[in-house]
């Protein structure tokens, strides 16, 4: 009923640009902190990016200066914006939310399926 939908991924040359967009639906009534994180092969899943409700940023030091995370509450929506891409970037990219659902008080953190991002020449 709740779910987290990742779309924008795709192949990409080095220095090129993607957007991702991630997608919160189903009986929501609350969404706290979203979030973008990425895991490559033989790597642990890491965190790439977080926007608070208010729009507080958090990004990993890899992507300063290149990726933007951004969010649409109207939507319920979050962005991230990835310029100046490189080959180490190459990951499957998951977003996350803190939501709260189903008329339970506290929030708890969901997950998206992903979606991957090639950055290959």
């Known amino acids: 009923q709740v779910q987290l939908v990742e779309s924008g991924g795709g192949l990409v040359r080095p220095g090129g640009s993607l957007r991702l967009s991630c997608a919160a639906s189903g009986s929501i009534f609350s969404i706290d902190t979203m979030g973008w994180y990425r895991q490559s092969p033989g790597k642990e899943r890491e965190l790439v990016a977080t926007?608070?409700?208010?729009?507080?940023?958090n990004y990993a030091d890899s992507v300063k200066g290149r990726f933007t995370i951004s969010r649409d509450n109207a939507k319920n929506t979050v962005y991230l914006q990835m310029n100046s891409l490189k080959p180490e970037d190459t990951a499957v990219y998951y977003c996350?939310?803190?939501?709260?659902?189903?008329?339970?008080?506290?929030?708890?953190?969901?997950w998206g399926q992903g979606t991957q991002v090639t950055v290959s020449s």
């Open positions: 996350n939310a803190r939501l709260r659902v189903g008329g339970i008080q506290r929030y708890t953190p969901y």
């Open positions: 926007i608070t409700s208010d729009g507080i940023t």
